[in-house]
């Protein structure tokens, strides 16, 4: 009895050990492969960053602009005109001759206005604000814009906003166009959300805004509807 069960017990426990070994085995070929597996994924998900060295970019960009604009008198179509903040052009306005301290304009279209709107104002526009380019976005990502389908002023309804009510490069902006005009400006963060991110828009963002100005109304006036 006492050799039966010996031998008994090595015929039954030797093929146990060798299915044992070799599911071991496997199960360590199975975790060595999802480690694998994971790894990969996340060097795949990390290979492309949609706003890298976004600061150092938009900064170079702007400073850019900065170097090549001119900076007195209005915006005129064929040249980059920079204009300084609304608020700074009072006292201590050369204090403030950072690339920062200006939008850049592009005149794309000269209106028939010969005035322009001023802080209190309110104000229809057509626009289309972008980022710079990033990974996904040959163009700019465009997170803002009034218009549906194609630009055109004859069919698209612009939009109301008082002059006060929108980022300080957009206010500087409106402070110096006058109807009918169309621009490309460039807004650097500093003027218009700053370091942080702002809902779709990363922190350190240039703002490009492609703006007409349909026309503007002074306080105590009614703003009628469009038609």
């Not at 070799?22 to 990390?46: H, I, Q, T």
């Not at 170097?67 to 204009?83: C, D, M």
């Not at 009072?90 to 950072?98: A, M, V």
């Not at 802080?119 to 604000?129: L, P």
Request: hydrophobic letters at 35%; glycine letters at 8%; a negative charge.
């Amino acid at each position: 009895m006492n050799i039966f069960n010996q031998t008994h017990s090595h015929s039954n426990n030797l093929p146990f050990r060798e299915v044992a070994r070799g599911l071991g085995k496997c199960f360590l070929a199975l975790l060595a492969f999802c480690s694998l597996f994971l790894v990969s994924c996340k060097e795949s998900d990390d290979s492309v960053e949609e706003f890298a060295n976004w600061q150092e970019t938009n900064e170079a960009y702007v400073n850019n602009l900065y170097s090549r604009a001119v900076k007195t008198g209005e915006p005129v179509k064929g040249s980059l005109t920079a204009i300084k903040k609304w608020s700074y052009n009072g006292e201590n306005s050369d204090l403030r001759n950072g690339a920062g301290d200006y939008i850049y304009v592009e005149v794309l279209n000269e209106g028939d206005g010969i005035i322009s709107p001023i802080y209190t104002d309110t104000v229809r526009v057509h626009y289309q604000g972008r980022l710079l380019p990033s990974a996904s976005y040959a163009n700019g990502y465009v997170f803002d814009q009034s218009w549906t389908g194609e630009y055109d002023v004859t069919t698209n309804v612009p939009s109301k906003i008082a002059v006060s009510g929108v980022v300080d490069g957009f206010t500087t902006a409106l402070q110096h166009m006058r109807k009918g005009d169309r621009w490309k400006v460039y807004i650097p963060y500093q003027l218009g959300y700053g370091e942080s991110a702002n809902s779709s828009i990363p922190g350190y963002s240039t703002l490009v805004f492609d703006i007409t100005l349909n026309n503007f109304w002074h306080v105590g006036e009614t703003v009628p509807d469009f038609h």
